[in-house]
């Protein structure tokens, strides 16, 4: 008797603190799969159910991106400088598909144009493909005097006070088309920030054994935004460039820090949005029901309201988009770790951190993180004893708060370290690339290299050798579990009715 007195009210504290932890602590494994190489089954719950999975999305993206150009590929931002009288210039710059066009690239052309006696700009012109951003790499981001407004101060007198727009690129929230124009202008404006630590460019110029111009000088009189269809450059321009790191690079870059705005970019770069779509739909024969994208990052892109709207994958989408990523960079006789990073050994990415670093995976896995406020995910490759083993695991969370979201990346690495135990995961002959260092390499090239656009005959052929490949969906070995609840999410809009686009 005595004994059920007593361990009644245990299991009922028992039974309250977990509820109350089931209540603070909401994260859980909504759908994970794995598979090997060869896709002979496939493992895991909720297999076929889209859900969003956050930054995992820039697989996709690197997958148009690599299945488009070159990995060699650099992107162009070409400079003309017209004299219009004695030592004054009017200069244009002519954009590129360039994601890192930022305050060291505009050094560059600086630097560039003094060598070539272009130190008093008249008129500074730009058109609709320079999408400039001070540094695009910042994590705390920076701000941007976009005008001014009227205020009233502490005494009630109307003062004039700066309107400024703040950026943080790596976890930016905007469309496709980012940054418009107007903040662009905003930028070039401010001389000062962009000319801020030249020193240093020209000293790490120097060490790579490029001489920059050592006090250049950079003040146009006037700095304003012109369409490419009304720039004709004169006869008596002066042209110089200054190219972008190589593509292989920059998907490194973008999947190193997950950066939200270098994604985007790169899907604009590869064909954009409607590319993808009919590369999935119609190429990989992908259907809507485990595939809706909206953008090339995974950022919530619900820009008017307070709502969510995702990209959203299935698992077995996700795994075989990994796997064919593989396949298309080793094509190209690079590997997976190129363009994504080693876990427990590239320090500073996403996956270099406490999180997903222990002695069980380091070296092991190459991956992508995932996060935003309704889903962590982690996607990528174990290196095997039998070869490459793909996984991706999807954990919903309830809020965004720090202590669940470290919850759901502990609960995946719970599943990964079991995983790699499994499969017999060994460490990559791999040394650490950190790709997030500007690039001077092309800085004393004459002409500008002649691919600065996707070619769609590529992707087209590429796709074709995939689609086979990626359409023979393996045999699910376990049976899925119930559908777990989604989150209310805003649903977008359902793709048009995809078209084959023409090779041109």
């Not at 080693?342 to 995932?370: E, F, I, L, W």
């Amino acid at each position: 008797m005595l004994n059920k007195l007593v361990s009644k009210p245990i299991l009922l504290s028992l039974m309250v603190g977990t509820l109350v932890a089931n209540s603070v602590y909401g994260a859980k494994l909504v759908s994970k799969c794995d598979m090997d190489q060869n896709m002979t089954k496939i493992n895991g719950t909720n297999i076929n159910i889209k859900y969003p999975i956050a930054s995992v999305s820039k697989v996709f993206t690197s997958l148009l991106a690599a299945t488009t150009f070159d990995l060699n590929t650099t992107f162009s931002t070409q400079v003309f400088a017209t004299p219009v009288e004695k030592g004054m210039h009017d200069v244009h710059i002519m954009g590129s598909a360039d994601p890192y066009f930022n305050r060291f690239k505009m050094q560059m052309i600086i630097s560039r144009l003094n060598e070539a006696g272009v130190k008093n700009i008249r008129n500074l012109t730009f058109d609709e493909n320079v999408k400039y951003l001070h540094d695009t790499d910042a994590y705390m981001g920076f701000s941007v005097a976009t005008g001014s407004r009227v205020v009233k101060n502490r005494r009630g007198q109307k003062v004039t006070v700066a309107s400024k727009t703040y950026i943080r690129p790596t976890i930016l929230k905007a469309s496709l088309n980012y940054p418009p124009t107007d903040l662009v202008e905003a930028e070039l404006k401010e001389t000062k920030v962009i000319m801020a630590d030249y020193s240093k460019t020209y000293l790490m110029a120097k060490e790579a054994n490029i001489e920059l111009f050592k006090a250049p000088r950079f003040a146009p009189a006037k700095i304003s935004f012109l369409s490419s269809t009304l720039f004709k450059a004169p006869a008596s321009a002066v042209k110089l460039y200054v190219s972008s790191q190589d593509v292989r690079t920059i998907i490194k870059s973008m999947n190193w820090n997950s950066n939200n705005h270098a994604a985007n970019r790169m899907l604009v770069a590869a064909g954009g949005l409607e590319k993808l779509n009919d590369f999935y739909y119609n190429t990989l024969k992908v259907s809507e029901s485990e595939f809706t994208f909206v953008n090339g990052s995974g950022q919530n892109h619900d820009l008017d309201g307070s709502g969510r709207l995702y990209n959203e994958a299935s698992c077995s989408v996700v795994i075989r988009t990994i796997r064919a990523l593989n396949t298309a960079v080793q094509k190209q006789k690079k590997q997976l770790s190129d363009v994504m990073s080693v876990m427990g050994v590239d320090k500073g990415s996403t996956v270099g951190g406490a999180a997903y670093t222990n002695s069980q995976t380091r070296g092991m896995v190459v991956a992508k993180t995932g996060t935003v406020g309704t889903n962590i995910t982690l996607g990528g490759m174990i290196n095997s004893t039998n070869g490459p083993h793909y996984f991706f695991y999807n954990v919903e969370i309830s809020s965004a708060s720090r202590k669940e979201e470290n919850r759901a990346r502990a609960l995946i690495n719970g599943e990964l370290i079991k995983l790699v135990k499994q499969v017999r995961g060994v460490p990559l002959n791999y040394v650490m690339d950190n790709p997030l260092k500007d690039n001077v390499d092309n800085y004393d090239e004459d002409d500008a290299p002649e691919v600065t656009a996707p070619v769609e005959e590529k992707v087209d052929a590429v796709g074709a050798a995939l689609a086979k490949d990626f359409a023979a969906a393996p045999k699910q070995a376990t049976p899925p579990a119930p559908a777990a609840a989604k989150p209310a999410a805003k649903k977008a809009a359902a793709p048009a009715a995809a078209k084959k686009v023409a090779s041109k």
